[in-house]
């Protein structure tokens, strides 16, 4: 049995190694720290304390 340090790694290498992935609703690409470098922050605002709330805008990178 693997243990958790080493499928830790295993993952961690995996992840590295994705690049330029076409998802069916984004694109995948990690940079060396693991981040998602296509991630996007979807911005909305509440202008009451109801449910749905607006949609400001998006950010990426």
Known sequence: MLKKTTILILTLLFLFSVKD?????TDVSFDEKGDNINAKLY???????????????EISQ
């Open 43 to 57: 911005l909305y605002k509440f202008d009451e304390a109801t449910y749905p709330a607006t949609y400001v805008g």
């Open 21 to 25: 992935y076409k998802g069916v609703l």
